[in-house]
C-alpha cells in the first residue's frame, strides 16, 4: 500500500469555525509533513513530525494546530481562519525520520489534498 | 534560506518537441527529486538522483544532477500532451527533517 489518504477532499468553512483535516498512511513511514500550496505556486512547507514528534513549525500562525495521534495518522485542526488561508493542503510522509538523513529514504508520498475554501 | 530555483518558469510547446527544465540552487544537497503535479492532485514522485553527475532516464524523461549537486535538470524527448502538468524538483536541506520544493515549472503540451 503506497496511498496517502486525505479527507475530506474539499472543504468550506467560515472565519468561526473549527474544522479538521486529516491525513493516513500505512507505508510505515516515521516522517510526516503538512504543506499549503497556493494557486500556480509550489508546496510551501508548514510542519514536519518525526517519530510523531513536532520537529518542525515553519513559522505557522496558531490558528493552524496539527497533531500526530500515531505514526500512521496526522492531522490538521483549522481555527478562525481568514480567507487569505484558502488553499491546498497537501500532506506527505517518507520513510525519513530519526534514524538518520539518508539521501535514500526522502521520497515523500503524497495524498491528494484538501481544497480548503474560507468564506 | 535554501532556494531551488527552476527555470523556465512556464513553458508552452507542441506536440513532438523537445524542451529542457532547470533546477538551481547555491547550496549542496545530497540528493534530489523531481515530482510531477496535475491540477488537484498531489505531486507524484519521478525521480530521485544521489550521486554527481548522475544520468537516470525513465522513457522519455532524462534527469541529470549536477557534479557539484546544487543543480539539476530534466529533459524530455518528444514531448506528449500526457507530460502536460507541474514539473517540481525538491531537495532535503543537510540535518534537517525539511523536504523544500522548487518553484515550479508550468508545462503545456499541445497536440
Known amino acids: 500500500d503506497t496511498e496517502v489518504t486525505q479527507t475530506p477532499k474539499h472543504l468550506v468553512m467560515g472565519m468561526t469555525n473549527k474544522k479538521s483535516l486529516k491525513c493516513e498512511q500505512h507505508?510505515?513511514?516515521?516522517?510526516m509533513y503538512w504543506y499549503k500550496q497556493k494557486a500556480k505556486k509550489p508546496p510551501e512547507l508548514m510542519f514536519v513530525y518525526s517519530y510523531e514528534k513536532l520537529s518542525i513549525n515553519e513559522s505557522v500562525p496558531s490558528r493552524f494546530s496539527p497533531e500526530c495521534p500515531n505514526s500512521s495518522l496526522l492531522n490538521l485542526h483549522l481555527h478562525a481562519l481568514q480567507p487569505e488561508d484558502s488553499a491546498l493542503y497537501l500532506c506527505?510522509?517518507?520513510?525519513?525520520?530519526?534514524?538518520?538523513?539518508?539521501?535514500?529514504?526522502?521520497?515523500?508520498?503524497f495524498g491528494q489534498g484538501t481544497r480548503l475554501t474560507v468564506v | 534560506t535554501q532556494l531551488l530555483e527552476q527555470s523556465p518558469q512556464f513553458l508552452s510547446i507542441q506536440e513532438g518537441e523537445n524542451l529542457t527544465v532547470y533546477c538551481n540552487s547555491s547550496s549542496v544537497f545530497s540528493s534530489l527529486q523531481w515530482y510531477r503535479q496535475e491540477p488537484g492532485e498531489g505531486p507524484v514522485l519521478l525521480v530521485t538522483?544521489?550521486?554527481?553527475?548522475e544520468v537516470k532516464k525513465l522513457k522519455r524523461l532524462t534527469f541529470q544532477f549536477g557534479d557539484a549537486r546544487k543543480d539539476s535538470s530534466l529533459h524530455i524527448t518528444a514531448a506528449q500532451p500526457g507530460d502536460t502538468g507541474l514539473y517540481l524538483c525538491a531537495a532535503p536541506p543537510y540535518n534537517t527533517d525539511k523536504l523544500i520544493f522548487g518553484t515550479g515549472t508550468r508545462l503545456q503540451v499541445f497536440p
Open positions: 538522483v544521489v550521486t554527481g553527475g
Open positions: 507505508m510505515g513511514h516515521r516522517a
Open positions: 506527505a510522509s517518507s520513510q525519513r525520520g530519526r534514524t538518520g538523513f539518508s539521501s535514500m529514504n526522502t521520497e515523500a508520498f
